[in-house]
């Protein structure tokens, strides 16, 4: 069974730092997710990865297929970024999630 | 585009009581799948589908059931509802199983058993 282990679990941080979230996982995959749900509960799909490196806007998120590992990194942090992040990494049919890493930027 | 629509937005049942969670998507996505949400837990997959007619379970099946008639819709039945059913629920589709598919998630459906 794949194991998907984010960390940290919860981050505070002040507007304008450079946040990083990372992901490790225990079966080798092909692609991966990095998701957002806000506090009212929705969840959107920030990026999808496959290798290498990915950028929008402020957010960037990498991934190292033999390290079995990703990271999400945020940029000149804002308030407006406070929600859970969430890691996928799962086969083809089978999504398996992280338990989410939760983040409140404050001014 | 409306993307995926799921109904109930908030439910309470009483133990036992059944009923269904819809699900539609107008996007033609094979993919359809059905996840809990409960504190201190990640999604957990409750039953897929990978196209009309085709369903298999996931994680934790035990007391939903599921069906595909078609394309656009994939709603979960809860068939004699339990206080361990108290959680969110979300329905997500993608154009196919394959990796690489961009996910879309519903709003989320807030069920409590009493």
């Known amino acids: 069974k794949n194991e998907v282990e984010q960390s940290p679990q919860n981050l505070t941080a002040q507007e304008g730092e450079f946040i990083t979230i990372n992901c490790s996982y225990s079966?080798?995959?092909?692609?991966l997710h990095w998701l957002q749900q806000h506090p009212g509960g929705g969840i959107v799909s920030l990026f999808m990865?496959?290798?290498g490196k990915k950028k929008h806007g402020r957010l960037i998120a990498t991934i190292n297929i033999q390290e079995k590992h990703s990271s999400l990194h945020i940029t000149a942090s804002h308030p407006r970024d406070s929600a859970v992040y969430i890691c996928?990494?799962?086969?083809?049919?089978?999504?398996?999630f992280g338990t989410g890493t939760r983040l409140q930027v404050t001014l | 585009n409306a993307g995926v629509t799921q109904t109930p937005k908030f439910q309470v049942l009483k133990t036992g009581q059944s009923m269904t969670l819809q699900c539609a998507q107008d996007m033609n996505h094979e993919y359809m799948s059905w996840y809990r949400q409960d504190p201190g837990m990640g999604l957990r997959l409750i039953h897929y589908?990978?196209?009309?007619?085709?369903?298999d379970q996931g994680e934790v099946p035990n007391g939903y059931n599921v069906s595909r008639s078609t394309t656009e819709d994939f709603p979960l039945r809860l068939l004699s509802a339990a206080p361990s059913q108290t959680s969110v629920y979300f329905c997500?589709?993608?154009?196919?199983?394959?990796?690489?598919?961009?996910?879309?998630f519903g709003e989320g459906s807030w069920l409590t058993v009493v």
């Open positions: 997500a589709s993608s154009a196919s199983n394959l990796r690489g598919d961009t996910i879309y």
């Open positions: 589908s990978v196209g009309a007619g085709i369903t």
């Open positions: 079966v080798g995959i092909s692609a």
């Open positions: 990865l496959s290798s």
């Open positions: 996928e990494a799962g086969t083809a049919s089978k999504l398996t």
